[in-house]
């Protein structure tokens, strides 16, 4: 992933430097930068305060924060999202509850965890994400391009093919509940912004 930001960013002629870090205790120069975004990481860091937090302090005086976090999917694809839960680590597994209850359950308890960590003029803007599939071995091929990949690699070997199987079945499932029978789900996104306060 590093890799091919590295390479995008070369192609488009940016000046950026990539680096792998643990996003819930950066080792960078605080008060150095204008803009702290994450995308889609934030429900995955154990203290999902104290990361916003650390974030704030590598902010200049009024800079920026961006995170987005899932919302609400089409209830129709609740059973292939579930297909690895019963393979997952409690580290999965808790991220993906964490997504529905608790600060990341409302667009009001995500900002309340920017605001907590010292946030201003907390507001969030969402909207859906088009998440939709060719047939049963597009969406395979999705999985192993997203963080699903690490859920695919739990199951068993042994077991891979029946999970393939299963999946294939749930997947016409939803084509059936989709009033297009296209197979596939629309993912709101929320994007929760905020202003570091002067120190
Ligand atoms: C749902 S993916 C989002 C990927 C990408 N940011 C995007 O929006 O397409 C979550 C990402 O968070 C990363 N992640 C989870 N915990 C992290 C941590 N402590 N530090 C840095 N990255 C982390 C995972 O490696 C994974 O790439």
């Known amino acids: 992933m590093v890799a091919a930001a590295a390479d995008n960013a070369a192609r488009e002629g940016l000046s950026v430097e990539v680096m792998i870090g643990d996003a819930g205790d950066p080792d960078l120069p605080t008060g150095s930068f204008d803009i702290v975004t994450a995308s889609l990481v934030l429900f995955f860091l154990p203290k999902p305060v104290a990361a916003p937090s650390a974030w704030g302090e590598l902010l200049v005086d009024g800079g920026r924060i961006g995170v987005s976090t899932f919302g609400a999917y089409d209830a129709a694809w609740e059973p292939v ?58 969406w395979h091929r999705w999985t192993k391009s997203t963080g699903q990949r690490r ?11 029946a999970v393939q199987a299963s999946a294939g079945r749930l997947l016409d499932d939803t084509r059936r509940q989709n009033p297009d029978h296209r197979i596939g789900f629309d993912q709101d996104v929320r994007y929760t912004v905020g202003r570091r306060r002067n120190r």
């Open 81 to 138: 999202d579930a297909i690895f839960e019963p393979y997952l680590p409690p580290d999965l597994r808790d991220a993906r509850i964490t997504g529905k209850q608790g600060p990341f359950g409302s667009d009001e308890g995500v900002e309340r965890l920017l605001v907590d960590a010292g946030f201003a003029d907390v507001r969030t803007a969402s909207g859906p994400v088009p998440v939709w599939f060719d047939g049963a071995d597009h």
């Open 151 to 161: 859920m695919g690699e739990m199951v068993p070997e042994a077991e891979r093919a």
